[in-house]
């Protein structure tokens, strides 16, 4: 099944990663997980050790938005974060971080590229599937 994602989302996380070429950027993404449909993505801090080359999501933030979910809001369908060196592909860091949940993770690139993977127990790393990208617009 693909994976939806509206034209503004999209272009919000593209945005972020251009604004910030030098580090990691990093939020959620938030949908419907019936639909694999991506209408939301919430901005996170990224706090960790070096920016240039790791990611992780504000502790308070990912709390948040488990709230919000068991509250009858948004579903958490998973995470963005960039790569301002290159590359949209998942990282072997990143593959150290991931786990076989299903959670999507949208990586984009400084030149506006991007891709959306499945974390899973098979595929690149032994740990992502890519997944086709339909944009609403």
Known sequence: MAVRISRDVLEQILAEARAAP?????????????DQQ?????????????????FEIDPLTLIAAHRTARAGGS???????SHPL??????????????????LWLICG???????WRA?????HGR??????????
């Open 38 to 54: 991506i209408f939301a993505a919430q901005p996170a801090a990224n706090v960790a050790d070096d920016l240039a080359r790791r």
């Open 120 to 124: 899973g127990s098979t595929g690149m």
């Open 75 to 81: 579903v958490m369908l998973g995470h963005y974060h």
């Open 86 to 103: 290159g590359g949209v592909e998942p990282s072997p860091c990143d593959a150290e971080m991931a786990r076989a949940d299903g959670a």
């Open 128 to 137: 992502f599937a890519k997944c086709d990208i339909v944009i609403d617009e």
């Open 22 to 34: 030098d580090r990691e950027i990093c939020g959620l993404l938030l949908g419907d997980d019936a």
């Open 110 to 116: 400084p030149d506006g590229s991007y891709t959306i």
